[in-house]
């Protein structure tokens, strides 16, 4: 990092897993560790960026001043930090995995065990790399994740279109050391061009130097 290439640059992330509550001692939620998406915030702040970012529940820490940490529990929240947050920055990079979808309502007390099925009434949350996407201006820059299991290039390309993202960075399942909980992944950047770019497994703060190059790639040919 000689040459810091991201100073004056604000940077959104967003990291780790959304808790939707079901009552007050239970909630949906998933794996996710928030490792990738605080290994960007730390990479984007060593090339110099200011960095906001936007973390559901995990047990990480953040180190470098210049990563400003919102703390939220569900995908509500984490919506509504981000719609304030991004206007002034010059990019998003959506690493959260956000629950699609939240209990229909909150018991405002704990719910009882009953013999026999029991059922949750669920409706889907906010897509906020989505909504980022429609507020997205000319010299912003907007990048998502892609989790998929099968049909991964296609799908991921539908992806990038429908959330109006500038790239997005694939993990696929089917490769092992890769996704949730590791300290490694291996990931495909997707570009518009409908270039693939595929990298070697390695450490997510390796990971993560590759995916803010290509970012800061894409800002400085605007
Ligand atoms: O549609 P899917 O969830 O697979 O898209 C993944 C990408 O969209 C990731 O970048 C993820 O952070 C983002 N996302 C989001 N809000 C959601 C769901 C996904 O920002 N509710």
């Known amino acids: 990092h000689s040459k ?3 100073l004056n640059k604000k940077v959104l992330v967003t990291a780790g897993p959304t808790y939707e509550k079901i009552d007050p001692v239970r909630f949906i939620g ?10 960007l915030a730390e990479e984007l ?6 960095v906001t970012l936007v973390t559901g529940p995990v047990h990480l820490k953040t180190t470098h001043p210049n990563i400003h ?8 929240e984490m919506h509504n930090a981000c719609l304030e947050h991004f206007p002034a920055t010059d990019a998003a990079i959506m690493c959260a995995a956000v629950a699609d979808y939240r209990p229909k309502e909150q018991a405002d007390r704990k719910i009882k065990r009953k013999a026999g099925e029991m059922n949750i009434e669920l ?3 906010e897509d906020i790399a989505a909504a980022l996407g429609q507020l997205k201006t000319p010299s912003q820059r907007l990048v998502g994740f892609a989790l998929e299991t099968n049909d991964e290039k296609q799908n991921a390309l539908a992806k990038m279109q429908k959330k109006n993202l500038d790239f997005i960075v694939l993990n696929s399942l089917q490769d092992n050391g890769a996704g949730f909980g590791v300290d490694t992944n291996k990931i495909t ?5 409908n270039n693939a770019q595929e990298f070697e497994l390695k450490q997510k703060t390796e990971v993560a ?4 190059k290509k970012l800061i790639g894409e800002l400085t040919n605007d």
């Open 69 to 76: 940490r919102v703390d939220v529990e569900s995908a509500m």
């Open 45 to 50: 702040a060593k090339e110099g960026a200011e």
């Open 189 to 193: 950047i997707l570009s518009k061009d």
């Open 30 to 39: 998933n794996y996710s560790s928030g490792k990738m998406g605080f290994a």
């Open 4 to 6: 810091k290439k991201l």
């Open 123 to 125: 409706q889907a949350t």
């Open 209 to 212: 130097v590759d995916i803010v």
